[in-house]
């Protein structure tokens, strides 16, 4: 008799299902009342037998023994097509007539009795039907109808006929069986209302224990989802987790990065290889990878071979782990094998589709891509657009830097055109003098060997020099790309001595150089190095100029920590503290001829080798400007610099 678990509440629904119960329980038990019958009226009617007639004994036995038959019949049909509360009152109805029928052919003992002038065996037959009576109440008390319908007709007629005789003894026996009909009927009354409140509870508490096992369910389903949904979360925290790992590691350049997020994504997506890919048209370029087969950055395959084209149409990240939703199964000729696990997303860059990040296999994935590996392949592939873009820009501004450099060195050099001109000019006209005091004396006939090969190596050494400044003014001139080399600051300063010497004595200028012979190498590019010394040196003559005599300039090196710093120091108005923040910013002069660039750009420079410029106030007069530059063992030595790793565009 199961309820509908949502209709479990209602008060009339309770009672119907106490109903159902109670009229289950009535044919349940009623098997045992009928074989009580059946087996009691036979042996009533073999005591009889002779006592009364024996055809009314017949008809009374047979009546009974069809009332029990339909009984029987009954409870055949209930239990094959009773269901649940339907039909309950069909169902009880039929047995209560039932039992009224069999209460009522009890009920006809009362000829027998009449008909039986032994008072021994009309005690028999009333101790019979008091039996009768409290079995068949027995097996009733499920319905109290069922048991009024038996013990009415069963019990009064004969115990009515009994009230009527004129005899003590049968008048009592008539009293003492109304008196078992109605103890009888009480006591079923009690049972049967009991039966229903226990009913009641039970109902009530399966109603609950189903309302509690069913929010258990719920509970449970709900804890699986969060624990999923948790899993998930974490999952998700790990993948940024693992992400975020391999972009912020100390790597200075776009290759190296792009290499630690294909080994990160191989791991992350049990992908054996990984590459980015440039894509022209058809053609499918190898940037950068990680695989277990022999291929090189630059390599190419026409597009159509790969399971790159999907994606790119797509243009959304796209995933297959042996899954047929995507056939045919591709045969990446450049893997050289089927590919039956794959994650890739298109990169795009400065809004245009570069190529694409991809993660492939030749196995299947035990486990298809989740939802969190297609928005991190979309990420990683945002992050490396990013990353190419950077690149470029940063190779441009380089570019533009290395032009603004060689342009400034330009500037610098056509300012000291004349003292070049005059530095060269010396030698020259040494060099002519000695030549026509060595032909003079030829022509004359009258010199030595000695002596001319002595004018001769005075003409000589003039000319090395001569030669000397002028390849230091084309090396100074040329354009070239930065050259990063280990060396030594000494060195850098011996280089450009004799442009120093120049603006020294230019300007009538005091120069001391202080530095270290035992300094540590620096990771420079000497030309650029040599160009920031020169600005600073001319900064300070030029800010010297108006100033009384003795103007000094001293230049020293010294090791701070792990860089090697280098001043230049003046005897000038230095810089005033209203102006000192903006010296450095470009376009920022004080001269009426300045370009206000020679700082800025010395900054920029200092700034690409990895250190700082930066200026102080003297204690006596002036200012000095430093500038710091890593010792070479700090920095990886061969670096490659943003934008040489083929990222840019063609
Ligand atoms: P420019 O030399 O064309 O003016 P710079 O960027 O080299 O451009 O210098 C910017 C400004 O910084 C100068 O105009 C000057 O005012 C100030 N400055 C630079 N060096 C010195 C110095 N040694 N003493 C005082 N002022 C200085």
């Given at each position: 008799?199961?309820?509908?678990a949502?209709a479990?509440l ?9 109903a ?27 005591l ?8 009314v ?52 003992c ?17 101790l019979?039907?008091g039996g ?9 008390t499920?319905?109290m ?6 013990a ?25 069986g ?6 009888a ?10 039966l ?29 989802h ?15 987790r ?13 290759g190296?990065?792009?290499?630690a ?18 894509i ?32 790119l149409r ?12 995507w ?56 992050w ?6 950077q690149d470029r820009?940063?190779?441009a ?12 060195r330009?500037?610098t050099?056509?300012e ?8 060269i ?10 030549t026509?005091?060595c ?13 001319v090969r ?11 020099r ?12 040329r ?6 080399l ?19 004595r ?24 040599q160009?920031?010394v ?7 003559a ?30 000038g ?5 209203d ?19 020679g ?5 920029s ?25 890593p ?20």
């Open positions: 008799m199961n309820a509908p949502s479990g209602g008060d009339d629904f309770i009672a119907r299902r106490i159902a119960e109670q009229v289950r329980l009535l044919y349940d038990q009623a098997p045992l009342g009928v074989a009580a019958s059946l087996m009691v009226a036979p042996i009533l009617a073999f009889l037998w002779g006592e009364v007639p024996d055809a004994l017949l008809i009374w036995l047979v009546s009974l023994t069809c009332t029990l038959a339909i009984r029987l019949l009954l409870l055949v049909a209930h239990q094959r097509r009773a269901t649940g509360i339907e039909g309950v009152e069909r169902w009880v109805e039929r047995y209560i007539w039932a039992c009224g029928a069999t209460g009522m052919c009890w009920g006809g009362v000829f027998l009795l009449a008909l039986t002038p032994s008072l021994v065996h009309q005690i028999f037959v009333c019979i039907l009768v009576l409290m079995g068949g109440i027995l097996t009733m499920p319905v109808t069922a048991c009024m319908a038996y009415l007709p069963s019990m009064l007629p004969p115990a009515l006929w009994l009230l009527l005789q004129d005899d003590l003894m049968r008048v009592t026996m008539g009293f003492t109304v008196l078992y009909v109605l103890l009927l009480g006591t079923a009354h009690r049972y049967n209302r009991t229903g409140q226990s009913l009641r509870l039970a109902l009530e508490n399966l109603d609950l224990a189903r309302s509690c096992a069913r929010a258990q369910e719920q509970a449970e389903r709900s804890n699986r969060l624990a999923d949904q948790q899993a998930a979360l974490q999952d998700n925290v790990e993948a940024l693992e992400f975020y790992r391999s972009i912020s590691a100390p790597r200075r350049h776009a190296d990065q792009i290499q997020l294909l080994t990160m994504g191989c791991h992350r997506f049990g992908a054996a290889t990984g590459l980015l890919a440039r022209e048209g058809d053609r499918y370029e190898i940037v950068q990878l990680i695989s277990p087969r022999h291929l090189t950055p630059g390599e190419v395959f026409p597009l159509a071979e790969t399971c790159c084209q999907n994606t797509a243009r959304q990240p796209m995933a297959f782990d042996r899954s047929p939703a056939p045919p199964r591709h045969q990446a000729r450049h893997l050289g094998s089927p590919v039956e696990t794959y994650l890739g997303a298109v990169v795009q860059v400065g809004g245009q589709p570069f190529g694409t990040l991809n993660f492939s296999d030749s196995r299947p994935r035990p486990a298809p891509f989740a939802a969190v590996d297609l928005e991190l392949i979309q990420l990683m592939a945002q490396v657009g990013a990353l190419i873009d820009t940063s190779a501004i380089q570019r533009q830097h290395a032009l603004l450099a060689h342009a400034s330009l500037n050099l056509g000291m055109a004349s003292g070049l001109a005059h530095e000019n010396q030698p020259i006209t040494a060099i002519a003098l000695y026509e005091t032909l003079a004396r030829l022509r004359a006939g009258q010199t030595q060997p000695h002596e002595e004018t001769l190596e005075k003409i000589a050494a003039q000319s090395v001569t030669n000397t400044i002028i390849q230091q003014v084309r090396h100074f001139a354009q070239s790309k930065p050259q990063y280990t060396v030594r600051i000494k060195d850098l300063f011996d280089d450009i001595a004799d442009f120093l010497r120049l603006e020294m230019r300007n009538r200028i005091q120069f001391h150089q202080r530095i270290n012979p035992n300094l540590p190498p620096v990771l420079a590019d000497p030309l650029q190095f160009q920031v020169l600005n600073l040196i001319r900064n300070a030029d800010a010297m100029s108006a100033s009384e005599e003795p103007r000094v300039i001293t230049v020293f090196a010294r090791q701070v920590a792990d860089e090697v710093e280098i001043g230049v120091k003046d005897t108005p230095g810089v005033a503290p102006i000192l923040n903006q010296v450095l910013n470009p376009f920022f002069t004080t001269k009426p001829d300045g370009l206000g660039l700082l800025s750009i010395s900054q420079i200092v700034e690409a080798h990895g250190g700082r410029l930066w200026v102080t106030p003297n204690q006596g007069p002036g200012a000095t400007f430093h500038f710091s530059l010792v070479a063992s700090r920095v990886a030595a061969p670096e490659r610099r943003s934008g040489d790793l083929s990222l840019e565009a063609n």
